[in-house]
């Protein structure tokens, strides 16, 4: 055997030597990470799945109860959406609470809609663009079965000029101002609405109208 040959044997003998040591210190750590890398992955995979069942049945109930109330079957429609409120996954809760409120008030129990929107409005748990929405649509709801007092207090802190329902809001509490011979206020409200550029332009159409109506009337002089 030459010399070469044997500082080879020799060398891999070392190899195979410090391998197994290697092996012997760390081999069953390895394995133990090994295991829980797949059972880490299976977990994830498992969750998402599982994550994306439930909200595609909470989705397909939600759709159900739409239809429901589409096709005029309220109570069927508010039983649905109240299991929903119950038992639904992610975000669906709330819209099933939302739109139970609007099926009410198309079925004519307006004083419950307005209840539940401000039940919805005053709960800190909810974002809060979604609590000023349902506190809009109370607003909305009362312009017509109800009083300025109770438009004002639910919007009048979405006029603002740096909120983003403030053209909605500002026309909701015109139109319950107006309808209390407020034709002042009213007319300020419209006003305001005609001359923000930010205001969609079928709601300043609307706003500039009622202006209109109302210089025309003289009873804002």
Do not use: C
Not at 88 to 93: E, L, N, T
Not at 206 to 213: D, G, Q
């Amino acid at each position: 055997m030459s010399d070469d040959s044997f500082i080879r044997e020799v060398n891999e003998e070392i190899r195979r030597e410090q391998a197994h040591a290697l092996w012997d210190r760390f081999g069953p750590a390895l394995l133990v990470l090994a295991v829980l890398v797949v059972l880490g992955t299976a977990a994830v995979v498992g969750y998402r799945y599982w994550d994306e069942t439930r909200a595609n049945r909470s989705g397909d109930a939600f759709s159900q109860a739409l239809k429901l109330a589409n096709d005029g079957k309220s109570d069927e429609a508010l039983a649905a959406l109240d299991s929903l409120e119950k038992d639904g996954y992610g975000a669906y809760p709330l819209l099933a609470r939302m739109r139970a409120a609007t099926v009410k008030a198309d079925k004519g129990d307006v004083a419950a809609a307005v209840k539940d929107f401000d039940e919805v409005a005053a709960d800190t748990a909810i974002p809060q663009g979604l609590r000023d929405m349902a506190r809009l649509r109370a607003a909305l709801l009362l312009v017509d079965h109800g009083s300025f007092a109770d438009v004002s207090s639910r919007v009048e802190a979405l006029t603002a000029d740096t909120n983003t329902l403030r053209h909605t809001a500002r026309e909701a509490l015109g139109l319950a101002a107006w309808k209390e011979g407020k034709a002042q206020d009213a007319l300020k409200l419209f006003d305001q609405i005609a001359a923000d550029d930010g205001a969609p332009r079928n709601t300043r159409e609307r706003a500039t109208l009622m202006s209109e109506l109302i210089r025309g009337s003289g009873s804002a002089s």
